[in-house]
């Protein structure tokens, strides 16, 4: 055998990579189709794992060379495995709360909304309160924003501020409207809404930041329901194959997010996490990092701190996302800028202050404006604290000008955008933007093709937390009401190798850890999830029925499909 064939035939089996430790493994996988995110081994048929770690990649007979009486052999009988998804924008503990809570983000009329918050406070305790929901008007015909009288009897004594799944609006009941001295005396507050019947009473509808009127008076949920939030929220990451989140704070000033994060710790101190998880504090809080010296990402691989969240606005299906036009349907409004904006010039010395301490800052921005005056506080930010690796983020980036598409990639800046958010506006927000602006909305190719770097997530509970419905949406762009077979703005389709790769390696650089995990390769971190079909070469329709089949967390199984 000639030597060049000789090195043919070893290009042509896939290589056996470095092997980061002498011992030998504790789970193998061979037999599958192994896409790595790894540009120097794309593909691998096995994957080799010593505890927490990623062991070895290469084909079946390498790798099983490897195994030792004590390893565990998993055939995954040709599937593919991927690297454990990492969704960049969640609420966990809200989406946790979301499984154990009133379930009305089905409710297909206001009737329906009605018998399930009628039946689910029957199973409450005396005078407890009725919360989230995620109700969608949008699904209603026509899709009328509901009432405080259309859940008033059906809640009984239970005061209920029920969520619109966007968390942008609430529709709080007649009694959390009294506990919250609501009434039609109370004036609309900076950067919320108090909608109106004609005599100008409440309609128990509130926007934005006059949510906040009720919340405050909402007792906080108790330890014991926070464990249960927490423990449903895990088993639903992991039934989807979700490895790592990244934790953004609610509102701009959320008092809730030191709670949470004392949830989080105390499932980090008890081993009993089984996600990992970067959390995202708000804005105005970044002295409690700042001062004692906390740089991001501070942490353990499996509870990390250092981003902060800030708001530049609502969203489109509220018609408070803040644009450079009137609404097409409502040509009074153009959406309103957040709380956070009101003084423009103190939220930027808290940004730059933050960023100069080297803390991370993701900013929600929906709207073209929102996203350019982003832009511009970052371009600023630039100039007065110099380069660094500051991986700015701009939250959902959604609907923006062209001419900012480059500007993400000249100023650095992450696009963490959630694909499912585009097939589910899809059905209606034409409507508010018309036929021009929605060439730009849920940008992702353009984005990819200035140069930008994408994140992708799910930004659940206001959609499913589920990247395999994500890759979906980005691959196909067709919207659930089914009415775009083709795609809704087909030429915003990006591959599903892109979508993958967002998934992944993108949220992980999103969250400065590309150097430990988002890739199959030895040294990192063990998270792999096993598919029931190849994505890459199934057409991309078909994507959204492919289920998880297996979820590998720090190297143990955290999930099978029975
Ligand atoms: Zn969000």
New binding site residues.
């Given amino acids: 055998m000639t030597a060049r064939k000789l090195f043919a035939m070893a290009l042509a089996m896939a290589p056996l990579s470095s092997i980061a430790s002498a011992q030998s493994p504790t789970m193998i996988l061979v037999n599958g189709k192994v896409w790595t995110e790894n540009p120097a081994q794309p593909i691998a048929h096995a994957v080799a794992l010593s505890e927490s770690t990623i062991l070895a990649v290469g084909d079946n007979d390498a790798i099983r060379k490897l195994a030792g009486p004590g390893t565990q052999v998993i055939d995954l009988k040709d599937h593919l495995l991927l690297p454990g998804f990492n969704d960049a ?1 969640v ?1 966990f503990l809200g989406g946790g709360d979301s499984l154990i809570t009133v379930q009305l983000g089905t409710a297909n009329s206001q009737a329906e909304m009605k018998d399930r918050v009628a039946a689910y406070a029957r199973t409450l305790p005396n005078g407890a309160w009725i919360r989230n929901g995620n109700w969608d008007h949008q699904r209603w015909s026509p899709p009328a924003l509901p009432n405080h009288q259309l859940i008033d009897e059906a809640s009984g004594n239970h005061p209920a501020l029920l969520w619109r799944l966007d ?1 942008h609006m609430a529709l709080a009941n007649a009694l959390a409207l009294k506990l919250a001295g609501v009434d039609r005396n109370t004036r609309d507050v900076p950067g919320g809404e108090i909608e109106r019947d004609k005599d100008g009473n409440p309609t128990g509808i509130l926007k934005d930041a006059a949510t906040d009127l009720v919340e405050r008076v909402m007792p906080p949920p108790s330890r014991e329901e926070q464990d249960r939030a927490m423990e449903a929220a895990m088993r639903e990451a992991a039934s989807h194959g979700v490895t790592s989140v990244q934790n ?1 704070a609610d509102t701009s000033e959320d008092r809730a997010q030191p709670d949470i994060f004392r949830e989080f710790q105390k499932y980090e101190r008890q081993d009993r996490l089984t996600i990992r998880i970067y959390e995202a504090m708000p804005v105005c809080d970044y002295k409690f990092l700042a001062d004692p010296g906390i740089v991001a990402p501070f942490g353990s691989p499996r509870l990390r701190l250092g981003n902060l969240k800030a708001f530049a606005d609502g969203a489109l299906g509220s018609a408070t996302a803040w644009m450079d036009a009137p609404f097409t349907n409502n040509p009074a409004k153009s959406g309103i800028a957040s709380p956070d904006l009101l003084d423009p010039e103190h939220f930027y010395s808290q940004l730059r202050d933050a960023d100069k301490a080297g803390l991370q800052i993701s900013i929600h921005a929906i709207g073209d404006r929102a996203n350019r005056t982003i832009l511009d506080m970052y371009k600023r930010l630039e100039n007065d604290n110099g380069p660094s690796d500051r991986r700015l983020r701009i ?1 959902h980036a959604q609907h923006l000008h062209p001419a900012d598409y480059p500007r993400f990639a000249q100023l650095g800046v992450i696009a963490s955008m959630q694909p499912y958010h585009a097939i589910d506006d899809g059905r209606w927000a034409q409507a508010i933007l018309g036929p021009e602006r929605i060439q730009s909305s849920y940008a992702w190719k353009s984005l990819l093709d200035a140069g930008a770097i994408l994140a992708f997530g799910s ?1 659940w509970p ?1 959609a499913p937390l589920d990247p395999v419905m994500g890759i979906y949406a980005a691959a196909a762009r067709q919207t659930l009401d089914g009415k775009n077979p083709s795609g809704w703005i087909p030429g915003q389709k990006i591959t599903v190798a892109q979508a993958v790769h967002a998934y992944t390696m993108g949220s992980a650089f999103a969250e400065h850890q590309e150097k430990v995990k988002g890739s199959i390769e030895p040294g990192k971190l063990a998270d792999l999830v096993e598919l029931s079909d190849d994505i890459f070469t199934i057409k991309p329709e078909a994507i959204k029925d492919t289920r998880v089949e297996m979820t590998i967390f720090d190297g143990k199984i955290a999930y099978q499909r029975k």
């Fill in positions: 924008h609420h968390g953004m939250e930004d206001v």
